[in-house]
């Protein structure tokens, strides 16, 4: 999608989110959070979580993000509707799009969030980019702690989410 965001956002609550550093391990964390705010037996969970991985993926290794920077993942659900975000650093004005094939080794991975999502799209935040992607859900959801040990408060914190920072 080329086009920026047109998703039905209206009603859609934060559940949680979560600020990563901007590195390939985060994909990992990013993936765990997910999982442990959403039901284990949500009909999506494979999708939500392939979805998420490939857009933090992107992030770390096209933006700005992944020199130095940080990696926001929100998810956010309403209406039958669970909605993850991920935002980053900016790309110096470029923008996500989908690669026409080309039989290369990469540039797939929006190629296959198109496949997996009702809708997705993206929106400038300055010169930060969020990518968006919806689900339908179906039936209610319900959502537990939204902190999962892994804030920087938490006395559980993952510690390679944060490695090599100053607590």
């Known amino acids: 999608m080329d086009a920026p965001e047109t998703g039905r956002s209206g009603g859609l609550v934060v559940v949680g989110a979560l600020t990563l550093p901007g590195v390939g391990r985060s994909v990992a964390h990013a993936r765990q959070f997910l ?17 998420m ?28 509707v669970v909605r993850l975000e991920v935002a980053d650093d900016g790309a110096g004005g470029r923008r996500p799009q989908v690669r026409a094939e080309n039989g290369g080794e990469s ?9 997996l999502v009702e809708s997705w799209g993206f929106r400038a935040h300055g010169d930060r980019t969020v990518v968006w992607a ?14 999962r040990g892994l804030s920087r408060e938490s006395p559980t914190l993952v510690p390679t989410a944060f490695e090599g920072e100053k607590r």
């Open 35 to 51: 999982r442990d705010l959403m039901p284990p037996d949500h009909p999506r969970m494979d999708d939500m979580v392939t979805v």
């Open 53 to 80: 991985s490939e857009t933090v993926c992107n992030a770390v290794a096209h933006t700005a993000s992944g020199d130095g920077g940080r990696v926001t993942v929100t998810l956010l659900a309403g209406g039958g």
């Open 107 to 115: 540039g797939r991975g929006l190629r296959v969030v198109d496949a």
């Open 134 to 147: 919806e689900f339908r859900s179906v039936g209610r959801i319900l959502f537990g702690n939204t902190d």
